[in-house]
């Protein structure tokens, strides 16, 4: 079985533009050691938990660009970076990773990096708590004609706002935005698998790179007096957006700039950092 075989679909939809797929099994054991007991060779550990399955994604980003899909639709790529899609992280998703599906997927977090004159990558985890328990069989879904490399997100043709809120000019080579949901999975009595899921907390980190800071923070960091950010577009000028909504990588006014740092080279150019922390829930 080779990578052609390995296509992710997400909820049935148009296959993920993905360049790695990864799943991951474990399980909760603890070792029996009993008082005045030895080690029963063939009864050793305990299972007290049900079976963590993650499943880990890179890939790329691309617009829709009015393109319809051949059933009328049109192509959802990412549509699992929206949080109306996912209502913030408690609706489940399906997972079909090269034909096996992995049902009561839920997202852990996301993120995106974005380089001048390169395309904008991705990566996403995933939890299932109902993972498939099929044997490897691979599945034949093509996406060539899915590669249209005008629809891919590059880095320089996205739009920059609000840049003066943290660094001294709009010279930004790098910025990458990292979004994390926290949630405690609900069991009940008579079922093996979480009947239901509990959104704790999520957190917004975006790390800015430039060649200068707008300011030095002190004890309480650096608050944001308005958005900041970059709009993800193509090189037509069209966005990805999902149910009228357009996703782009803001951070909010009110926001922190918690971390900053800077450093040279010789022979090279100032190189400054700043981390920007933003609480959703």
Do not use: W
Not at 116 to 123: A, N, Y
Not at 179 to 196: C, E, F, N, V
Not at 209 to 230: A, E, P, R
Not at 254 to 273: I, M, Q, R
């Amino acid at each position: 079985m080779t990578y052609r075989n390995m296509a992710v679909v997400l909820d049935g939809s148009e296959p993920i533009l993905a360049t790695r797929v990864g799943v991951d099994f474990s399980t909760k054991n603890q070792v029996k050691r009993q008082l005045g007991a030895n080690i029963d060779a063939g009864d050793q550990l305990r299972f007290n938990g049900d079976v963590d399955c993650k499943i880990g994604l890179d890939f790329l980003v691309r617009t829709s660009d009015g393109v319809r899909t051949s059933s009328g639709g049109s192509h959802d790529f990412v549509d699992f970076l929206f949080d109306n899609f996912h209502n913030t992280g408690q609706n489940s998703m399906i997972l079909n990773v090269g034909g096996n599906l992995y049902r009561d997927c839920f997202i852990d977090s996301f993120s995106l990096t974005v380089r001048p004159f390169e395309p904008v990558i991705g990566s996403a985890t995933f939890s299932s708590y109902n993972p498939s328990s099929s044997v490897l069989t691979g599945a034949n879904t093509l996406l060539d004609s899915d590669l249209n490399t005008n629809d891919v997100v590059y880095g320089h043709n996205c739009l920059l706002s609000g840049a003066g809120n943290v660094v001294a000019s709009d010279i930004i080579n790098e910025l990458s935005y990292n979004k994390t949901y926290s949630r405690t999975p609900i069991y009940t009595l008579g079922s093996q698998q979480a009947t239901s899921q509990i959104v704790d907390g999520v957190e917004v980190d975006m790390n800015v790179q430039s060649t200068g800071l707008n300011q030095l923070i002190g004890f309480s960091g650096n608050k944001l007096s308005s958005d900041f950010g970059v709009g993800l577009r193509d090189v037509d000028g069209s966005g990805i957006t999902y149910s009228s909504s357009n996703f782009d990588l803001i951070v909010n006014s009110g926001a922190h700039v918690v971390a900053e740092g800077y450093s040279v080279d010789g022979g090279g150019t100032l190189v400054t950092k700043a981390t920007i922390k933003e609480v959703i829930l």
